[in-house]
Nanobody, 124 residues
Framework: QVQLVESGGGLVQAGGSLRLSCAVS????????MGWFRQAPGKEREFVAA???????YYTNSVKGRFTISRDNAKNTVYLQMNCLKPEDTAVYYC??????????????????WGQGTQVAVSS
């Protein structure tokens, strides 16, 4: 059984930092694309970042230079380091696993497994 569990969310002031973790069981993440998405109230789920098995990384424009996706294969865990947080970063953040790879890392529909999400709130 594949399970993804996010942690590390919380409330921070603008300019602060958080590090989200996604612990994966049932699959070895080193061979798959892992992604982070977020969903704010009343909005659709939005791509944030992805890391492929090749270690190529991708980011949505609004977080470039502020967020970093990485993974620790020994711990089977993917991370999202978020710096210089802004109120518009407020959302539930979801970790996801893509079994098949390819060029659609930015599309939520391309991922087969999802975590339950962790809340990030950034105050002004």
């Amino acid at each position: 059984q594949v399970q993804l569990v996010e942690s590390g969310g919380g409330l921070v002031q603008a300019g602060g930092s958080l590090r989200l973790s996604c612990a994966v069981s049932g699959r070895t993440i080193s061979t798959y694309t892992m992604g982070w998405f977020r969903q704010a109230p009343g909005k659709e789920r939005e791509f944030v970042a992805a890391i492929k098995w090749s270690d190529n990384t991708y980011y949505t424009n609004s977080v470039k230079g502020r967020f970093t996706i990485s993974r620790d294969n020994a711990k089977n865990t993917v991370y999202l380091q978020m710096n210089c947080l802004k109120p518009e970063d407020t959302a539930v953040y979801y970790c996801a696993l893509d079994l098949n790879g390819g060029s659609w890392y930015f599309s939520a529909g391309d991922y087969e497994y999802w975590g339950q999400g962790t809340q990030v709130a950034v105050s002004s």
